[in-house]
């Protein structure tokens, strides 16, 4: 079976940063693009972060362009999310996700999921 672990998640004062991670089976996850999305209590899921195959290219949300990095490592299974500078705004579940093919910004496009791992910012 398919599976994605989120870990690295917590509380961070505003200003601090985390380094989110997700683990990844299956044979096939060479040939993923990753993607990272977020959802906070009252808040529909948002993109954040996407990575193509070979992590190449990339993708950010405007709202966390140059503070926020995703980044894999097919040796490992793994893809990751590094946060500095953050904002109580970044507050929420972080959950990454898989597809086959290029990277989107659509969650109905990507067809593996992790549970997630909660990012709390305070101020």
């Known amino acids: 079976q398919v599976q994605l672990v989120e870990s690295g998640g917590g509380l961070v004062q505003a200003g601090g940063s985390l380094r989110l991670s997700c683990a990844a089976s299956?044979?096939?996850?060479?040939?993923?693009?990753m993607g990272w999305f977020r959802q906070a209590p009252g808040k529909e899921r948002e993109f954040v972060a996407a990575i193509n195959w070979n992590g190449g290219s990339t993708y950010y949300a405007d709202a966390v362009k140059g503070r926020f990095t995703i980044s894999r490592d097919n040796a490992k299974n793994a893809v990751y999310l590094q946060m500095n500078s953050l904002k109580p705004e970044d507050t929420a579940v972080y959950v990454c996700?898989?597809?086959?093919?290029?990277?989107?910004?659509?969650?109905?496009?990507?067809?593996?999921w992790g549970q997630g791992t909660q990012v709390t910012v305070s101020s």
């Open positions: 299956g044979r096939t996850f060479s040939t993923w693009a």
């Open positions: 996700a898989g597809r086959l093919l290029t990277y989107t910004t659509h969650a109905s496009d990507y067809n593996y």
